[in-house]
């Protein structure tokens, strides 16, 4: 089944994960009408051909836009400004939806008065170190997330965009206007998979967070 949502992924320097999620969606119980990929990496990006026999048979919208070296939230703003639906759904190529995840918020969408559904992902971590870094940071809970959130377009005009100007935060800065803002909003019942814990190295851990927080400060929720 087609539902007039549109899905909106920021890529940058990851284009097998990228196709690994996109060649995914052909499976989900529900896929959305439209589907908005803002590739901010220096190269071009190749889309994967099964992918694009499925968008064509099934006749979903896809467009491509290729702006280099933008930040995560400023993607997101040309991909809100590109989109032609009044749902949006929000996902990166780091974290993995299950089948019936749009399906699954999108019954909660239909049968309640939310103008937001935050997506929820679990960090999985295999080997110690990785286990050792989600105990200090995430846990071993699904934590509340912008990936894997659907919501109403008209959100952003109450609300704002998101910082442009900040690599890592403005999903948090977000999430704080909205709250201000008395917005209703719930959780979904499913959460992604977040796999990219057990290939960081230490000092990728270190790097990672060092970067995130100096960036985060430039934010006013920080």
Not at 101 to 109: E, G, Q
Not at 175 to 190: D, F, G
């Amino acid at each position: 089944m087609i539902r007039e949502v549109s899905l909106i992924i920021p890529h940058q320097d990851d284009e097998e994960k990228l196709s690994t999620l996109l060649c995914s969606i052909s499976n989900w119980k529900i896929v959305p009408n439209e589907i908005i990929v803002i590739n901010t990496s220096s190269d071009t990006l190749s889309i994967p051909t099964d992918f694009e026999l499925f968008i064509k048979k099934s006749n979903i919208k896809f467009h491509l836009i290729h702006k280099k070296n933008l930040y995560p939230g400023h993607a997101r703003n040309i991909g809100i400004e590109n989109a032609s639906n009044l749902l949006l759904a929000f996902l990166d190529t780091s974290t993995h939806p299950c089948n019936n995840w749009l399906s699954n918020s999108m019954d909660i969408f239909d049968s309640n008065n939310y103008q937001i559904v935050w997506g929820k992902t679990y960090y999985q971590a295999e080997q110690f170190l990785p286990k050792i870094f989600r105990a200090c940071t995430y846990g071993e809970e699904p934590i509340k997330t912008l990936p894997g959130s659907i919501m109403h377009k008209n959100v952003f005009k109450k609300c704002g965009l998101f910082v442009e100007s900040a690599r890592a935060g403005e999903d948090g800065d977000f999430m704080s206007r909205v709250e201000l803002h008395n917005i209703n909003v719930t959780e979904a019942k499913n959460f992604l998979n977040y796999e990219k814990l057990n290939q960081m190295s230490f000092f990728e851990i270190l790097k990672k967070w060092y970067r995130n927080y100096f960036h985060s400060a430039r934010v006013p929720y920080s």
